[in-house]
């Protein structure tokens, strides 16, 4: 990779930053299925606010330097079919992972979740609770585990960015209950009820 004429143009011109924020997009993009991920201004600004750089300096790092494929509203790394091994391990690994929670319920085996931020995420002095893209978490949700992943309060799970949909996301948030983000009230006031819903959300995935 480091000795593409591609990547030496970016790195003569841009230095250390903006070979980050290209491995940062490639990231981003290994989460995506086949490598390739959302072309749109919603995506585009999550990896600004991710890079602490303008959307303008994104689309100039994806646009400008031959090392990213634009096809409609998708895109993908330019020397993607080069990792296609690598790729191949990675759906292997899933497969693995699926075949042994097959397994453990079969066997009735119960593994249990944790719930609450995890080091990728923050509260607010209000209390309230952010995943790492600044995005509203219930408190019952589990610990986001990939700073890449976002959580989606339509489908009440961590997902990779190019799965939200913004206007859905907003529409649900207006569903909720302020009190369903706040983090420093929730082990104060719950009742029994309000016991049982944390763990059953605690088993949900």
Same mark, same amino acid.
Do not use: R
């Given at each position: 990779m480091l000795s593409k004429p591609e990547m030496t143009d970016l790195v003569n011109e841009q230095g250390a930053v903006g070979f980050g924020v290209y491995m940062m997009i490639v990231l981003y993009l290994s989460q995506c299925d086949d490598y390739e991920g959302a072309y749109t201004n919603g995506q585009l600004q999550s990896l600004a606010d991710q890079a602490r750089k303008s959307r303008a300096y994104i689309r100039h790092i994806i646009e400008d330097y031959g090392l990213f494929k634009i096809e409609g509203k998708r895109f993908h790394e330019s020397f993607m079919n080069q990792y296609s091994h690598a790729r191949t391990n990675r759906y292997a690994r899933e497969e693995?992972?699926? =075949?042994?929670?097959k397994e453990n319920k079969e066997k009735g085996t119960k593994v249990p979740d944790m719930i609450g931020p995890s080091a990728y995420e923050m509260v607010t002095r209000e209390g309230r609770r952010q995943g790492g893209h600044g995005e509203p978490v219930p408190w019952w949700a589990p610990p986001q585990r990939d700073v890449y992943m976002v959580w989606s309060l339509v489908a009440d799970r961590w997902v990779p960015p190019a799965q939200i949909d913004a206007e859905a996301e907003r529409q649900r948030h207006k569903e909720m209950k302020p009190a =369903?983000?706040?983090?420093?009230t929730a082990w104060e006031v719950l009742t029994e009820d309000e016991q049982t819903r944390i763990q059953d959300n605690a088993k949900r995935q």
């Open positions: 693995i992972e699926i =075949d042994i929670e =369903d983000f706040m983090m420093k």
